[in-house]
């Protein structure tokens, strides 16, 4: 089963964010969180008095592109590396270039994993405009961290354009999943951990699998559980891409 988190999430209901002590009367939390979308923190000072920060703050905050709010979190000890939870890494904004450079001038580490080997990069390799992961790789992002071959093969689109900037960069076109990271390789062995060409496999993606056949896939590299790229195709009846691997031996 695969536990990765989803690249997008849905918008935040009330009953999402965190129980405030009894003593604060819901409007007070009403108010906090209508400041974040306003950026109006000047009316409001609960964090100067004691209120707990919270991530689903920081989003809210973010979503609305609110950057005096944030400012303020960070004046109050938001740590903007903070991973959201032990799946989650630390990414607040992976569509909005403008946003994503705000937060990469503060501070935020594009490499910053949580107990897995995902990273803000590896999110927006997999679904960010490729401006934003140009900007990100320019700004410090790590082809070592984050599998982010993997993660350029689940886009819905500019795969292969994703895969030549992740390969100019220096990325092992061969490399296994989580081979370097043994948290990761243990929680997720049981899935048999393969390549960047049995995930194009896997996901049926034929102009995938050949690119990478083209720039050097080894098609006889098994997963962890002893099966080839082709393997996969035809496991799952992958018949364009049955053709595809055949074409590259």
Request: net charge neutral; charged share 20%.
């Amino acid at each position: 089963m695969d536990v990765l988190p989803p690249p997008d999430y849905p918008p935040l209901q009330p009953s999402d964010y965190p129980q405030m002590p009894t003593r604060t009367p819901p409007a007070t939390l009403e108010v906090l969180r209508a400041s974040c979308v306003s950026g109006g923190i000047q009316k409001f000072q609960l964090l100067d008095r004691g209120l707990h920060m919270d991530t689903l703050y920081t989003l809210e905050a973010v979503n609305a592109q609110a950057k005096d709010i944030l400012e303020v979190f960070l004046k109050n000890g938001w740590n903007i590396n903070q991973p959201i939870s032990e799946l989650k890494p630390p990414f607040y904004a992976i569509q909005d270039k403008e946003m994503v450079a705000w937060l990469l001038d503060h501070g935020a580490d594009p490499n910053r994993q949580c107990v897995i080997d995902l990273t803000p990069l590896s999110l927006a390799i997999e679904s960010a405009p490729v401006s934003v992961i140009q900007l990100m790789l320019n700004r410090g992002g790590d082809i070592r961290k984050g599998q982010l071959l993997h993660h350029a093969i689940e886009r819905h689109s500019d795969n292969i354009t994703v895969l030549s900037l992740l390969r100019g960069k220096g990325a092992d076109i061969n490399s296994t999943m989580y081979k370097d990271h043994y948290p990761s390789r243990a929680l997720f062995s049981f899935m048999g951990l393969g390549t960047p060409l049995h995930k194009a496999a896997e996901l049926g993606k034929a102009d995938v699998a050949r690119y990478l056949v083209s720039k050097g896939a080894n098609l006889h590299n098994k997963d962890g559980k002893g099966r080839t790229a082709l393997d996969y195709a035809h496991m799952l009846n992958q018949r364009v891409v049955i053709h595809a691997l055949e074409e590259g031996k």
